[in-house]
Nanobody
Framework: QVQLVQSGGGLVRAGDSLRLSCAAS????????MGWFRQAPGKEREIVTA????????YYADSVKGRFTISRDNAKRTVYLQMNSLNPEDTAVYYC????????????????WGQGTQVTVSS
């Protein structure tokens, strides 16, 4: 079992940066692949980025490549999402998620979710 608690987020202007954090409980954090998803109003939830258990492999959606960076600190049981050059299209509720696999997880494999945090980017 993994419990995920998110922090960060808020209201920023276009071009600004934000960092989201997701702290996990449990001793087996390093056994989980992690991901960040987002859901904008009226849209389906979509994956933003993912990372494998060690941090050596990452995946990014085309819409955030070059602007967002996912990282993890297994000693702190925390995964981060650094978001740079934010634009209004990034406005959404962001969720971190954990999957009990070592590689990059398929969306269906994520079984544990954070509470969500609102990110609003004004133009």
């Amino acid at each position: 079992q993994v419990q995920l608690v998110q922090s960060g987020g808020g209201l920023v202007r276009a071009g600004d940066s934000l960092r989201l954090s997701c702290a996990a409980s449990g001793r087996t954090f390093s056994s989980y692949a992690m991901g960040w998803f987002r859901q904008a109003p009226g849209k389906e939830r979509e994956i933003v980025t993912a990372i494998n258990w060690s941090g050596s492999i990452t995946y990014y959606a085309d819409s955030v490549k070059g602007r967002f960076t996912i990282s993890r600190d297994n000693a702190k049981r925390t995964v981060y999402l650094q978001m740079n050059s934010l634009n209004p299209e990034d406005t959404a509720v962001y969720y971190c998620a954990a999957a009990p696999v070592y590689g990059i997880a398929r969306t269906s494999e994520y079984g544990y979710w954070g509470q969500g945090t609102q990110v609003t980017v004004s133009s």
